[in-house]
């Protein structure tokens, strides 16, 4: 069976935060919950996933290959959305086999997964990396590791049309900024390029500098010929991808209770937890109107249970 073409542009509804914090700052925050878009596929993922599909159903592919973690959002998405739509998805697991909640639906879903263990998943970047599994799967197109491409931000444009329509009804005449977590920076290039400098998008990396989200965003930017673009990194990892703290936690388990927003520790929580850092050392203006953009990932947080 070929990809079928999905048109499906989920809806992101656009809700107000009510944090003690940003009342007493005079800080006003909306929500766009990329969490809540359907029951089966959540978050950013979807949005980087939408080219590669249709690009994978114009050449009569079967499905998609890709490569995660046994916590991944990005295969949890793919395989969702192979389910969903009814295609082939394959995932490429970083380690050794291991049974997590995220495995067990990517099964579920219907993936097949393969473990490379942790020396190949390290050769992924290789030139002939992929050489094996095209011979293996040669109906399947691959999808680079975390959707980063491109196609993946472009995937994410549409969520700037999506807020646009929506700041009305929550009674902005409009908005100044974006807040979200970036891993690589492809959603966030995604914002950058359709806001094309009008609002500033602020990225709370939650991978530490080495990860290069800064080159990333740059080598996007560049390849989509807008070279320049309104946007700003901040430090938001607390010592590392997936490095998780009491202080986190603590803040998230306050956050959910006052504004009923659930979080998890590796992108959303640190995202959040980053906004307040801003706004209590007075760099978020009293009076600004900030999107935070919920991007997900609250399948993965079942790996840390009971800690969240
Ligand atoms: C993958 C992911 C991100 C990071 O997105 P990038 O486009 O790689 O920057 C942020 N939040 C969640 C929940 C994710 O799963």
Redesign the pocket.
């Known amino acids: 069976m070929r990809v079928p073409l999905i048109d499906w542009e989920p809806y992101a509804p656009l809700q107000p935060l009510h944090l003690d914090w940003l009342a007493r700052a005079g800080v006003e925050v909306a929500v766009l919950r990329l969490d809540l878009i359907d029951p089966l596929v959540s978050?950013?993922?979807w949005f980087?996933l939408h080219q590669p599909l249709h690009a994978a159903h114009a050449a009569g592919a079967h499905g998609l290959i890709s490569l995660g973690g046994a916590h991944s959002?990005?295969l949890h998405a793919l395989a969702a959305a192979g389910k969903r739509f009814g295609f082939t998805t394959v995932g490429l697991l970083r380690g050794h086999p291991q049974e997590t909640p995220t495995t067990r639906d990517l099964q579920d879903f219907g993936m097949h997964l393969h473990w490379l263990g942790f020396a190949g998943y390290r050769a992924r970047h290789a030139p002939d990396f992929w050489r094996p599994w095209q011979a293996q799967y040669p109906q399947l197109q691959a999808v680079p590791e975390?959707?980063?491409s491109l196609a993946?931000a472009q995937g994410?444009s549409p969520l700037v049309k999506q807020v646009r329509d929506q700041v009305a009804a929550l009674g902005w005449a409009d908005y100044d900024a974006w807040w979200?977590?970036?891993?690589?920076?492809?959603?966030?290039a995604g914002l950058v390029l359709a806001e094309a400098g009008q609002r500033r998008v602020y990225?709370a990396m939650?991978v530490p500098e080495d990860h290069g989200?800064a080159p990333t965003v740059r080598a996007l930017l560049q390849q989509a010929g807008s070279p320049v673009g309104d946007y700003q990194l901040i430090e938001a990892s607390r010592g590392g991808f997936a490095r998780v703290d009491e202080a986190l936690l603590a803040f998230i388990r306050r956050s959910e209770l006052d504004s009923g927003v659930p979080l998890?520790p590796?992108?959303?929580g640190k995202?959040l937890l980053a906004l307040k850092e801003a706004v209590d050392a007075g760099h978020v203006r009293r009076g600004m109107r900030v999107v935070f953009v919920h991007?997900?990932?609250l399948q993965?947080r079942r790996g840390f249970a009971p800690a969240v």
Not at 180 to 188: D, E, F, Q
């Open positions: 978050g950013n993922k980087k959002n990005h975390g959707g980063a993946g994410c979200l977590a970036a891993g690589t920076g492809t959603t966030l990225g939650a989200v998890e590796l992108y959303t995202a991007t997900g990932g993965g």
